[in-house]
């Protein structure tokens, strides 16, 4: 395979599967700029096989497999050099990610890039509420903060998502049961 088709190929595969890895990534890592680190490493490691003329028959599986390699790494490392309590490294259950894995992906990525526009306070309040389904106080104890402070800043960060997004059943993202 020459460059050019190496590229069109690799293009290809990044454009179809690039939401669904880093949708996985953003509900196990709490950090958005480690996501993006591993991410960004997953589809070096790919582009390298690639051109090293491997075939990878199923692309996804292929990143989806290295990711959750470089998401147990990357908590072994966090657990090796900090003293966590149990609660800062559960990983979510796969119920969260099939939520939205069936989710319309145009809404969540406006959804991320409004968040990403936050502080980053407020960023991981999501992740932690949303994402790992922790409670409000339990997102205060992992945070450090008051749960009146975390009640806040959500609240304020949900009315401005409302606001800027159009309402209904395609924007039902933040619903809770």
Known sequence: ????????????????????????????????????????AVYLDLYRKMREGERILS????????????????????RDNESLDDAGTEIVDEKALDALENDDGYTYGEIMKALKESDDITYRIFLLHFGRDF??????????????TVKSKMYRALKK????????ERYAFFRRS
């Not at 949708?23 to 950090?31: R, V």
């Not at 692309?59 to 966090?78: E, F, G, I, Q, T």
């Not at 409670?135 to 749960?147: N, V």
């Not at 998502?161 to 209904?168: A, I, V």
């Open 1 to 40: 395979m020459d460059e050019k088709e190496l590229r069109e190929r690799f293009g290809d595969v990044y454009n179809s599967t690039f939401d669904y890895i880093f949708k996985f990534l953003i509900l196990k890592i709490d950090k958005r700029d480690a996501a993006e680190d591993i991410i960004q």
């Open 59 to 78: 692309p996804k599986h292929y990143l989806l497999v290295m990711a959750k390699h470089r998401v147990a790494d990357y908590y072994k490392r966090k």
């Open 135 to 148: 409670t409000i106080e339990q997102c205060a104890k992992a945070l450090e903060l008051s749960p009146s």
């Open 161 to 168: 998502l409302k606001k800027e997004l159009k309402e209904g």
